[in-house]
C-alpha cells in the first residue's frame, strides 16, 4: 500500500517516541450484572499509538483490525472488521454490532509489509466504549540496498521488483510459503525493509515482468533473525531478460 503524505506528532518518553492518537472519551455506564445490554450497536472511541519508534519514523499507513471473540486473532479473521484512525491524529471511532470483540492495530511498513499488533479484548456494551488500542514499533530484523546489474536503460518500465524471504529449510522462490517481502518502491538501488520472526531465513531480490508471469530471482543470502537486531544484507540480482 502506498503511504499518504501526511503530519505526524512524536511524543518523547524517555528515548523511546511515541505516535500520539489523540480523542475524546466517553464511556457508557455498564450494564447491571446479568443483564443484557441494551440497543444494537456499540460505538468504541479511543486512540492509536504506535510507541518506541525512532526519532523520524513513521508508517505508511495504520489501521485497526477486528476479530470477534473465539476466532484466532489474525488479518484474516471470519467475521472481521475494521477500523481507519484519523491518519494525521489517530483518533478513531468506530460502530459494532453489540458481542465481545478482539481489537488491535496494525501499520504498513514503506515497503508495504503489514506488522500486526496483539489483541485487547472488549466485552459486549451497547452504547459507546472506550478502549484505546497501541503496538510497538517493530525493530525490523533484515535491512539492506537492492542492486541490479545489467539492465536496460527502460527496466522500470518493463518489470517491477520485490525481496523476498523464505524460511532457509524451505526452497527458495517469490511466494514462498510462510514467507514475507518488501514490495513497495522496491527498485534498483533503492533501500529495503523487513521483519521476520526469530529463526534463519534466506531473503533475496526478484523482478517480474509486467506482462509476463515469469519471475527471475537472484541467489538468496542466508541469515539469522534475531528479535531486536537488524541484520544489514544488500541483495543483488543480474537482468536475465523478461
Known amino acids: ?26 464511556v457508557a455506564a455498564p450494564s447491571p450484572a446479568g443483564a443484557a445490554p441494551n440497543g444494537s450497536s456499540e460505538t468504541l472511541v479511543g486512540m492509536a499509538t504506535i510507541t518506541g519508534a525512532p526519532t523520524g519514523w513513521q508508517p505508511s499507513n495504520f489501521y485497526l483490525q477486528i476479530c470477534p471473540t473465539g476466532e484466532k ?11 481507519s484512525p484519523d491518519q494525521t491524529t489517530g483518533a478513531f471511532s468506530v460502530t459494532l454490532s453489540v458481542t465481545a470483540w478482539t481489537v488491535g492495530m496494525y501499520y504498513y511498513t514503506g515497503n508495504g509489509q503489514i506488522i500486526l499488533g496483539r489483541g485487547t479484548a472488549v466485552l459486549p456494551q451497547a452504547g459507546t466504549v472506550a478502549q484505546s488500542v497501541s503496538m510497538p514499533y517493530v525493530v525490523p530484523a533484515v535491512a539492506g540496498t537492492v542492486h541490479l546489474t545489467g539492465a536496460p536503460a527502460n527496466f522500470n518500465s518493463l518489470a517491477y521488483m520485490g525481496v523476498q524471504a523464505c524460511p532457509a529449510k ?61 541484520r544489514s544484507i544488500d541483495v543483488t540480482i543480474a537482468y536475465q531478460g523478461v
Open 1 to 26: 500500500m502506498v503511504g499518504t503524505t501526511r503530519r505526524v506528532g512524536w511524543l518523547a518518553t524517555g528515548a523511546a517516541p511515541a505516535l500520539v492518537v489523540a480523542s475524546t472519551m466517553v
Open 73 to 83: 486473532y489474525s488479518m484474516s479473521c471470519a467475521g472481521q472488521q475494521s477500523g
Open 170 to 230: 524451505m526452497a527458495f522462490a517469490v511466494g514462498c510459503p510462510k514467507g514475507e517481502e518488501a514490495y513497495e518502491s522496491v527498485g534498483p538501488g533503492s533501500s529495503y525493509l523487513i521483519d521476520l520472526p526469530r529463526g534463519t531465513w534466506s531473503v533475496g531480490a526478484y523482478y517480474r515482468n509486467f506482462g509476463n508471469p515469469r519471475v527471475f530471482h537472484g541467489v538468496p543470502v542466508t541469515f539469522r533473525a534475531v528479535k531486536g537486531s537488524t
